[in-house]
């Protein structure tokens, strides 16, 4: 799984274009799972490139919680879903919802895979990438650069929000125990 953070993803979408331009992938898009050259492959191309980086960071957030914390709610006769619920999601709720914030901020910028994977059609498979590719590619670089600054706004806020949501609670900030 994690062998997608680790490939360059041109490499990735390659991989991805040959795997389901095989027998296996045509019978998968006769069943109705077609994603080559397909607006539906880019969620896929997205999924298969950013879905290791958050499961990475849900992890991490998720080997943070005191274990002990869990076995008191477990000794008090919490189920193993409860204790989840109400215990380990809320500790690293913060953290959980930076990990897919950041990794919705990393999907928006890739290229490489999609590219491969389903192409750059203008109003089909475009996406904001694809968008400045096609238009420095005809010359029109004040659409490059209106896409550019949008991702890079749009990047920055994202940035702000998982910084927000990672810092420290008020009472650590003030001194106390958070």
């Given at each position: 799984m994690e062998l997608t953070l680790s490939l360059p993803y041109i490499v990735l979408g390659f991989a991805l274009l040959v795997m389901f331009s095989s027998p296996a992938g045509k019978a998968l898009a006769h069943a109705g799972f077609s994603v080559v050259f397909q607006p539906a492959g880019i969620v896929f191309?997205?999924?298969?490139?950013?879905?290791?980086?958050?499961?990475?960071?849900?992890?991490?957030?998720?080997?943070d919680v005191n274990p002990r914390m869990e076995f008191v709610a477990r000794t008090l006769g919490a189920s193993p879903f409860d204790?989840?619920?109400?215990?380990?999601?809320?500790?690293?709720?913060?953290?959980?919802?930076?990990?897919?914030?950041?990794?919705?901020?990393?999907?928006?910028?890739e290229f490489g895979a999609t590219l491969m994977l389903v192409g750059v059609t203008r109003m089909r498979?475009?996406?904001?990438?694809?968008?400045?590719?096609?238009?420095?590619?005809?010359?029109?670089?004040?659409?490059?650069?209106?896409?550019?600054?949008?991702?890079?706004?749009?990047?920055?806020?994202?940035?702000?929000?998982?910084?927000?949501?990672?810092?420290?609670?008020?009472?650590?900030?003030?001194?106390?125990?958070?």
């Open positions: 191309a997205q999924m298969i490139v950013n879905l290791p980086f958050s499961l990475r960071m849900v992890r991490t957030a998720m080997a204790t989840f619920r109400t215990v380990t999601l809320p500790l690293c709720r913060n953290a959980v919802i930076s990990a897919f914030v950041l990794t919705w901020a990393r999907g928006m910028g498979t475009e996406t904001l990438p694809g968008s400045i590719y096609l238009s420095i590619s005809t010359g029109n670089t004040d659409t490059a650069m209106a896409t550019a600054m949008i991702m890079l706004l749009v990047s920055a806020a994202t940035l702000v929000l998982a910084n927000v949501l990672n810092g420290p609670s008020h009472a650590t900030r003030v001194g106390g125990d958070a």
